[in-house]
C-alpha cells in the first residue's frame, strides 16, 4: 500500500463477523477479483452505499454499470497499474466518490436477499408452471 501513497487510508482486513461496521467507516470498496461468479461481498458494499471498484470478471460488470447509472469502476483482471489507478481516481475525487454512491444506494436494493430470492422463487414458479408440475 506504500506504493500508492495511501498506507495511512487503506485497511486490509482478515475474516471479520462485523462486516458493516466496516462497511459503514468506509469511503469506497475494491473488488480485485480474478475470478468471480456474484461476488456477495460487492454486493454488500453496493447495498451499504459504498462506491467500488472491481475488475472486469463473473458478474461484477453488471453489477458496477447498474441498471440504472454506474456505481463503480470497471478494471481489467490482474492489472495492477489500472487497478492503481482507479484507486488513486476515486481517493482523489470526492464528486466521483459522491456520484458513484448515491447510485449505489439505488442499485443495491435490487440486490437486497429478499428481493433475489424472491427473482428465483418467480423463477422457478415459471419454469415449473411451464413444464406442469404444478
Known sequence: MEQLGQSASIHCLNKTEDVGSYLAAASAFVQPSLSESMPNTLLEAVRAGLPSIGTH?????????????????????GDIPALADAMRRMAGEPE????????????GDAYRPEKRVALVESIYTQLLYKKRLL
Open 96 to 107: 466521483l466518490r459522491a456520484s458513484l454512491a448515491t447510485a449505489a444506494l439505488k442499485e
Open 57 to 77: 470478471v463473473g458478474a461484477i460488470p453488471d453489477i458496477l454499470l447498474g441498471q440504472k447509472s454506474p456505481c463503480g469502476l470497471i478494471v481489467p483482471p
